[in-house]
C-alpha cells in the first residue's frame, strides 16, 4: 500500500483550478472510505460510485482505510467529474496499477456503478486551466473527444469504461485518439434579409447595430415583422475568430449544450428566452456554483427579447451591469463566479397593452400607454444605441414584396464597415465602436465642435445624458464606416441622434 495521486479540475465558471488527489491507502484499521477537500453533496456519494465501478470491473477495493483528500483544500469542490480520477487514486494507491502514466495526466469523467465512463459538462474550460498549469495528457469520456481536441498542446485520450483504463495504466491495452480535425457547429441555413416586407428604417438600423455591435429596440405593432428582423441579425455578424469561438464553447459546455459531433460554436449565438424566464435563468445562477445564464450564452452573439414589456422590472433592470461591463458577477454560497456577457442586446415589444394593428384602433388610455412601456426603465433604454418604431404593414408593401436586399448583400457592407474599425481600434484591443469607451471618443478621437453641435445642444438643454452623448458619438463613427469615411461628420452625428429620438408612448 502506498500513497499516490492523481489530478483533477474543479470549475468556477469557465475559469478552472487544477486538483491533486491523493490517495492515502492503510495496511491497518478499519474498511472505511473519507473524503476531505470541502466536497459537495454529488461529490460526496463517489465514494460508493467508485467503489461499486471498481469492483463491477472486476477489480479488488483495498478492504482497509481509504483516504481521499482533494487539494487545494479550502476550495469547494462540486460534480461527478472527479470519478474517474478518484478511482484511479485508489487503484494506484493499492498497488494494483502502475502509477507512472498518471503524473501528468487529468482524468475527467463521471463512472457508472457498472463502470462506464458518463460525458461530463465543463470539459473545454477544464481542460484549457490543465494546460496551463502544465498537465501534458488528458483521459476524457468517449464522447467528449471532439470537444477535448479543441485544446491544442495536449494528448488527449479516450475511453468508454474504468476497465479500458485500467488496462492502459498497465500497459496492457490502447484507449482511443481524438478525431483529426474538429468540425465546427454553424447555422446551415442563415434566415434570409429578404424576407422582411418594407420597414426600410428597421433594416437600416439592424444593419448599424451589426456593423457597429449596438444595442437594438424595435416598437410596433404584433405582425410588423420584430421577430424576423431579430433573427436575421446573427446572419450579419462575421464568424466568431478562433479565441472568441473558443470563449464561446466555453460557456456552452459548462452549460452543457454542446453537440458531441460539432462542439465548436463558430457562428455568433441567438438567444432568445421567453419573458416566464426567472432572473437566474436570464442572467445565471442557482444553488452552490451558479450555472451561466442567457446573457452568457448569448456571448459574442444576440440576445432577444421578445415581448420585453412582459418580462417584468427586476428581470430587464437586472441586464444593466452586463450591458455596461460586458460580464457576469454571481455570488454564492460556495464563491463568486465570473462569466462572460458581452452580447448585442435586442429588444421587441407592442406600444401598448392592447396592440392594435395600427394607432387609430388603440383604445388604451394615454396612462395605461405609459405604464405599459414604463416598464422599460430609463436607465436601460439609455442603454439602447438605436430605436425604432415599425411600419404597419400595407396591401403595398406585401405587393412589394421580393425587392428588398439578401442578407448577403448587406453582409458585405457590414463586413467593410467592421474591417475599418477593427483597423481603427486594432492596438486597443477593441472589435467594435459599441465596445469603446466614452473617454477615449471625446478625449483622443474628439470631433469638431462643428460636428457635435446637435450633441452639445442636446447635453445642454438635457435632452441626453453623458452615456447617451457617448452611445451618439459611437454609432455616428459607425455611420461613418458604412459611408467609408474616415470621420464622423454633422450629418452622422444627426443621424446617430435620430435613432434615440422615437416616441415612447
Known sequence: MALRRTWAVALFGVDGV????????????????????????ALQESKNRVRAAVQNCQEDWPKSCVTLALSPAALPKAGTSYDLALACAVLA?????PAHRLESTVLLGELALDGRIRPVRGLLPGLLAARREGIRRAIVPVEGLAEARLVDGLDVLGAERLSEVVDWLREQGELVDGPGEVVSRRTESPEDLAD???????????????????????????GTGKTMLARRLSGLLPELSRQEALEVTAIHSVAGELSADAPLVADPPFVAPHHSTSVTGLIGGGSGLARPGAVSRAHRGTLF????????????????TALEEGEVRLSRRDGTLRYPARFQLVLATNPCPCAP????????????????????????????????????????TMRAGGRTESTDVVRKRVSRAREMAVRRWASRGWQTNGEVPGPVLRREFALPEAVTALLDRGLDVGALTARGADRCLRVA???????????????????????RERRLA
Open 477 to 499: 463613427w459607425t455611420l461613418a464606416d458604412l459611408d467609408g469615411s474616415e470621420r464622423p461628420e454633422a450629418d452622422h452625428v444627426a443621424a446617430a441622434l435620430a435613432f
Open 18 to 41: 487544477l486538483v491533486e488527489i491523493e490517495a492515502d491507502v492503510r495496511k491497518g484499521g478499519l474498511p472505511n472510505v473519507q473524503l476531505l477537500g470541502l466536497p459537495d453533496t
Open 93 to 97: 494507491g493499492a498497488e494494483q496499477v
Open 196 to 222: 422582411v416586407l418594407g420597414q426600410p428604417e428597421a433594416r437600416w438600423a439592424l444593419e448599424v447595430a451589426a456593423a457597429g455591435g449596438h444595442h437594438l429596440l424595435l416598437a410596433g405593432p404584433p
Open 305 to 320: 427579447l421578445d415581448e420585453a414589456c412582459e418580462f417584468g422590472p427586476q428581470r430587464l433592470e437586472a441586464l444593466r
Open 357 to 396: 394593428a395600427r394607432d387609430a384602433d388603440c383604445h388604451c388610455a394615454p396612462q395605461a400607454r405609459r405604464r405599459y412601456f414604463g416598464k422599460l426603465s430609463g436607465p436601460l433604454l439609455d442603454r439602447v444605441d438605436l430605436r425604432v418604431d415599425m411600419r404597419p404593414v400595407t396591401a403595398a
